[in-house]
């Protein structure tokens, strides 16, 4: 059997698996979806947010050498040596999958000269006027020119606008995305300070309603990191085959501090499914808790009844 030193084993942990098939096995590797990769050989082991699993085999990683070991049945010494040598030997060559693309120019709407239709609608909702005053002063936030509708922006790492819901305010139910949005940006609020944590909502009004209860019971409703996730996540029937919703993938990319995560999704089936989902492909490091509303089917209409705000029904 081949001898590896110590400093040889530490260096062949160091490597993820991602990075190690992007540049010496670049055939392998094919991409899911969004930020999800999986491999030409096993089309139900996914690498995501730094880790993988092979769901048929109920087996998991972080490390290349972890993958060497498990999934291709090398030895400790083996796997260290397929790393070592080829890190030594093979200068890297990035697959065409990681090529950088330019990201679209996201094509937000015209503002209009006030927020004043936009204001009328959430407050009228239950949202607290200070949690729309920061939202329009941050850009988050802010009244479209000509169909007055409420537009809802996020954005990336950078502070650069990247995607844009629409929500009506006239009475009619309408809902859409800005033209070029991208959704691994959707909308949300970050913390005063750093934080670990991490809310996580189906809408950015249930998103809103939330930081509202917070506030009304005086609690510090910017304590936290809060993000919604651009509409309803539908996983597919069988679990495996799902995978995370893109914004969320992205938001634990861009802060890797956090580690626990609540999920405020719907009291319904579509949001029952969706909590079992993502509680199921969420590496064991993170702390994840179930906390859907109390009553109504969102957050929303859970603050509705906490402020006893009788709504019109919106017309489809």
């Not at 309408?174 to 959704?183: H, L, R, T």
């Not at 996730?229 to 996983?235: E, S, V």
């Not at 993502?278 to 089917?297: C, Q």
Request: proline share 6%; with cysteine.
């Amino acid at each position: 059997m081949p001898y590896v030193t110590p400093e040889q084993i530490e260096r062949a942990k160091q490597l993820d698996l991602l990075t190690y098939l992007q540049y010496y096995e670049p055939q392998e590797l094919v991409r899911f979806s969004g930020n999800v990769y999986t491999t030409r050989t096993h089309d139900s082991l996914k690498i995501s947010n730094g880790k993988w699993c092979w769901w048929s085999r109920n087996i998991g990683g972080r490390s290349a050498l972890d993958y060497l070991i498990k999934v291709r049945g090398m030895t400790l010494p083996e796997a260290v040596i397929q790393i070592d040598g080829q890190a030594a030997i093979a200068p890297p060559v990035r697959s065409k999958t990681q090529e950088p693309t330019k990201p679209r120019k996201l094509l937000l709407p015209e503002k209009n000269e006030n927020n004043n239709r936009v204001i009328t609608y959430l407050t009228g909702r239950g949202i607290h006027i200070t949690l729309l005053d920061y939202c329009i002063q941050t850009g988050r936030l802010y009244e479209s020119r000509y169909h007055h509708n409420a537009v809802f922006v996020g954005f990336d790492r950078w502070g650069i606008p990247r995607y844009g819901a629409l929500r009506g305010t006239s009475g009619s139910r309408f809902m859409g995305d800005v033209s070029c949005s991208d959704k691994h940006f959707s909308f949300s609020t970050p913390a005063r300070n750093e934080s670990i944590k991490l809310h996580l909502f189906e809408s950015a009004i249930d998103l809103l309603s939330y930081c509202t209860l917070e506030l009304l019971a005086g609690r510090d409703w910017r304590k936290e990191n809060c993000l919604s996730l651009a509409g309803i996540y539908k996983p597919k029937k069988n679990i495996g085959e799902s995978t995370l919703p893109v914004a969320l993938t992205q938001y634990l990319e861009d802060y890797p501090q956090i580690n626990d995560i609540a999920l405020h999704l719907d009291n319904d089936v579509p949001g029952r499914m969706a909590v079992k989902t993502i509680n199921a492909l969420l590496p064991l490091a993170y702390a994840v808790s179930d906390e859907p509303p109390k009553r109504g089917k969102d957050v929303n209409d859970y603050l509705k009844m906490t402020l006893k705000i009788r709504q019109p029904l919106e017309r489809e």
